[in-house]
């Protein structure tokens, strides 16, 4: 089970042009919306959210303090600035506690493959994160893949692996392979995939190089 953090929000009146003003005060506009409920437009400090967000990603339960009146929330979207990357503005939805939601819970894979350490292979890591079903209080912060168990390059850990509870409905696939370790190329493989790469480059428009043309051919083409 997720444990709620908290987080302090005002009620932003700024909108449109004005938020910059906001952006300028360090704060970041925002605006929390659910079912039931009427979206509100919101303004959190920079500082408090970078803190927050870190430890709760878009997966666990954050309890977001407006002026005194407190809901719980998921960071359902952000939006970032294109050259810095600063956070811009953020969608929080405000969730039923008695209903369940649907979102994504990040993979963190632990642990060391022998496969990787003693064969020399390369880990894949296919999934980063899956999807789940369950109600808010059940949400958990991650699920933990152990790769220690890929011993062999015929060995995959699969979405059906993944330890949760009985409270948590997945929703990806379970079939869908999250981790396999695959085996290193040859020395063969490599030379030959380094030719292909030769061949391919040969065959691009204006890297082949023209013949120059006979001295009969030259005189016939300038008289036409």
């Known amino acids: 089970m997720s ?27 925002a605006v929390v919306y659910g079912h039931g409920i009427e979206p509100q437009n919101l303004a959190v400090n920079y500082l408090d959210f970078s803190r927050v967000f870190e430890k709760s990603g878009e ?14 929330v998921l960071v359902h979207e952000i939006q970032t600035e294109p050259l810095s990357g600063r ?9 039923n506690m ?4 649907e979102t994504e819970i990040p993979l963190e894979f632990v642990g060391e493959s022998p496969a990787v350490k003693e064969l020399g292979g390369i880990l894949v890591k296919s999934l980063d994160e899956i999807t789940v079903k369950c109600l808010p209080a059940d949400l958990p ?12 390059f015929q060995d995959v850990i699969a979405v059906k692996d993944i330890n949760s509870s009985d409270k948590i409905q997945i929703m990806t696939d379970p079939e869908t392979i999250v981790a396999s370790v695959q085996e290193p190329r040859s020395e063969e493989e490599l030379s030959a995939l380094d030719q292909k790469v030769e061949e391919d480059v040969s065959k691009v428009e204006g890297v082949v190089k023209e013949e120059p043309a006979a001295e009969g051919e030259k005189q016939i083409e300038e008289k036409k």
């Open 3 to 29: 444990k709620a953090i908290k987080l302090k929000a005002k009620v932003r009146k700024a909108v449109g042009k004005k938020v910059k003003e906001l952006r300028d005060e360090d704060m970041i506009p």
């Open 59 to 72: 997966s666990s339960l954050v309890e977001l303090d407006v002026e005194g009146k407190k809901a719980n």
């Open 87 to 95: 956070f811009s503005h953020i969608d929080f939805f405000q969730v």
């Open 98 to 101: 008695k209903e369940e939601v």
């Open 141 to 152: 912060d991650k699920f933990e893949m152990d790769i220690s168990r890929l011993a062999t």
